[in-house]
């Protein structure tokens, strides 16, 4: 669980138009309140009598990674988790890789890191990901003794 992706470090994001299914997904974020799949969000939009397709969704969640409105977890399996990013910027996390809870980390020096990496190599528009998992205290298993 958990390649995060992060915009790049040295253009501000584009605005974007807010659209009713925009701020639809993005309320449906914020009240799962952790890391959410595509689906998920779909699955609560239609529960709570919003109609959207799940196509919708996923273009609307590319459109807010886009713009540096969310960070974005991926899991071993390929899928995409979206989270809101805070005003101030994108987090790192670190991800369960039982229950998928998550926790923001310090990571000031990989972000001093990239932007050095791109100031000495001349290269624009730098991402980077980052990925860190563990097991947390609730899921590990500690053994008898």
Avoid at 16 to 41: E, I, N, P, Y
Avoid at 85 to 106: A, E, K, N, Q, T
Avoid at 116 to 136: D, K, M, P, R, Y
């Amino acid at each position: 669980m958990g390649v995060l992706r992060d915009a790049p470090t040295t253009k501000p994001p584009a605005p974007r138009r807010s659209t009713r299914q925009r701020k639809a997904v993005l309320s449906a974020l914020h009240a799962h309140g952790g890391f959410a799949s595509a689906r998920d969000l779909h699955a609560a939009l239609e529960a709570g009598g919003t109609a959207i397709g799940l196509t919708t969704v996923y273009r609307t969640l590319h459109a807010l990674e886009s713009s540096g409105q969310v960070d974005v977890m991926r899991e071993r399996t390929g899928e995409r988790r979206y989270r809101p990013r805070p005003p101030d910027g994108h987090r790192h996390y670190l991800v369960c890789r039982g229950c998928g809870l998550s926790r923001v980390v310090d990571a000031e020096t990989v972000e001093r890191w990239a932007e050095n990496v791109a100031e000495t190599t001349g290269f624009a528009e730098v991402e980077h990901t980052v990925e860190l998992t563990g097991i947390c205290v609730r899921c590990h298993v500690t053994p008898a003794a």
